[in-house]
């Protein structure tokens, strides 16, 4: 079975600043997918960015951008230029390519920024 | 695009009695749907996949005569907890998988909070 382990419960950076998130994850699967999820106050889940496992490249959404490295099983999240809308938690979490592509998360790691 | 609704937002009903939570996908169709609990500071558990036209898959531990899902059509399931108890008192998120697009993404309900008295 797949497990997803975030060893940051807390982390607090001051705005501007850049901060990164751990993930580590273990699977038997050579293609998969990888996500950081962003739950603010409000609860609702929301996609950061994805990484497919076949690709190489790291995937970026503006500020967000990620560094994969398959090969220690490893998917860290760098939020740059922090903003206050960043306060968060934020939960890694992998699926398969086939199946159901259940979610499996990580325990989650809250963000704080502050002013 | 691609929102998830569920209904109600919060409840709060007595012990003993049934409650029943619906998850609808707005603009897209959703063969598959799936069922987390979340406690508080907590990650979120998946409880059950939901498929259009067949049961539930449930995960383990999850016990399927209390907690019922149904998923009819490919825009709505329902969860309903019967004769609910306090420590069914939770967070329950919902999320859909676009059947027309592939790459696994999900979208999430806003989630519903249940207060058993």
């Known amino acids: 079975a797949q497990t997803v382990t975030q060893s940051q419960p807390e982390m607090s950076v001051q705005e501007a600043e850049t901060v990164t998130l751990s993930c580590t994850y273990d699977t038997s699967e050579n293609n998969y997918y990888l996500f950081w999820y962003k739950q603010p106050p409000s609860r609702q889940m929301i996609l950061v960015i994805r990484?497919?496992?076949?690709?190489?490249q790291n995937a970026t959404e503006n500020r967000f951008s990620v560094n994969f490295q398959k090969a220690a099983k490893s998917f860290s999240l760098k939020i740059s230029d922090s903003q206050l809308g960043d306060t968060a938690m934020y939960f890694c979490?992998?699926?398969?390519?086939?199946?159901?592509?259940?979610?499996?998360f990580g325990q989650g790691t809250r963000l704080t920024i502050n002013p | 695009g691609a929102v998830v609704s569920q209904h109600p937002s919060w409840v709060i009903c007595k012990s003993g009695t049934s409650v029943k939570i619906e998850c609808r996908s707005l603009?897209?169709?959703?063969?598959?749907m799936f069922w987390y609990r979340q406690f508080p500071k907590q990650s979120l558990m998946l409880m059950a996949t939901?498929?259009?036209?067949?049961?539930?898959?449930?995960e383990q531990g999850v016990e399927k005569d209390k907690f019922l899902i149904n998923h009819a059509s490919l825009t709505l399931s329902t969860l309903t907890v019967t004769s609910a108890h306090p420590e069914d008192s939770s967070f329950y998120i919902c999320?859909?998988?676009?059947?027309?697009?592939?790459?696994?993404?999900?979208?999430f309900g806003p989630g519903t909070r249940l207060t058993v008295t």
């Open positions: 603009d897209f169709q959703a063969t598959t």
């Open positions: 979490a992998f699926s398969e390519i086939q199946g159901a592509q259940k979610l499996v």
């Open positions: 990484q497919e496992a076949y690709k190489q």
């Open positions: 939901s498929n259009e036209g067949s049961k539930a898959t449930y």
């Open positions: 999320s859909a998988r676009d059947a027309g697009l592939a790459g696994s993404e999900q979208y």
